[in-house]
């Protein structure tokens, strides 16, 4: 099989909306110009778009004409390396999907360990932050939480009550394997989020182990967030005021 016809059979399998790179194409080092000239014919046909360099997407027909992929689906592409997860979306952005605030940002922040991303397609703008630590399928909704509690006090229009709420159900519905794992990352955020996480694991009643979040702390700090001990009655357990 040609390079062209294998290039239209894997665009024939996406789904519309799907965006894709030219490793979910499977094309060899060797057939690197022949699958940019095909890929250019099908622009040309309109089987395909460009998002930018090196980046495309099937759009989906409708009787209004041609839709774009939506926002998640533009960045999706962004957050992976070689099939591997190595970012996630953070900020303001991550904290509107979490019901934790209203806003909608212009600018989007996408944190990786050790690559620094950056969109800019179309209105998608996105920027880079870094990540505490390695960015995996198994750890990023756990580091999207993390990050709740670190900018706490920053995220617009928040309701600290309802946030409470959000967060312990969001923690309650980790196993123990999940609630070990964000303990671990924890650990590498500042002394304020590990108290913050204690004080809500501590107040949902979790079975898990909290010996090594409780002695990464010290003693003698105290960390303001302003809540009321109705609010989080163990709050003053993690010296959180």
Do not use: H
Request: aromatic share 8%; hydrophobic share 35%.
């Amino acid at each position: 099989m040609g390079v062209t016809q294998k290039i239209q059979k894997k665009i024939s399998k996406l789904s519309e909306g799907t965006t894709f790179k030219y490793e979910q194409l499977s094309v060899e080092p060797q057939e690197f110009i022949a699958a940019a000239k095909a890929i250019e014919r099908l622009i040309t046909k309109g089987v395909i778009r460009r998002i930018s360099t090196g980046v495309f997407y099937k759009p989906k027909k409708t009787v209004f004409g041609e839709l774009k992929p939506n926002e998640e689906e533009l960045l999706k592409l962004y957050l992976f390396e070689k099939g591997k997860r190595i970012a996630y979306i953070t900020g303001t952005s991550l904290y509107n999907r979490l019901s934790l605030t209203t806003q909608i940002p212009k600018n989007i922040k996408i944190a990786s360990r050790n690559k620094r991303i950056t969109v800019s397609s179309g209105n998608i703008k996105a920027t880079p932050v870094k990540s505490y630590v390695d960015v995996t399928d198994n750890n990023f909704y756990l580091l999207e939480l993390l990050d709740a509690l670190k900018d706490f006090k920053q995220i617009p229009d928040l309701d600290k009550s309802s946030a409470i709420k959000i967060l312990s159900k969001k923690l309650k519905e980790l196993n123990p394997s999940e609630i070990k794992l964000l303990v671990k990352c924890s650990l590498a955020y500042p002394p304020r989020v590990r108290g913050f996480l204690g004080a809500l694991l501590e107040n949902i009643k979790t079975s898990s182990d909290l010996t090594a979040l409780k002695k990464s702390l010290n003693t003698l700090s105290e960390y303001e967030y302003g809540f009321e001990k109705k609010l989080l009655p163990t709050a003053e357990n993690w010296n959180i005021k």
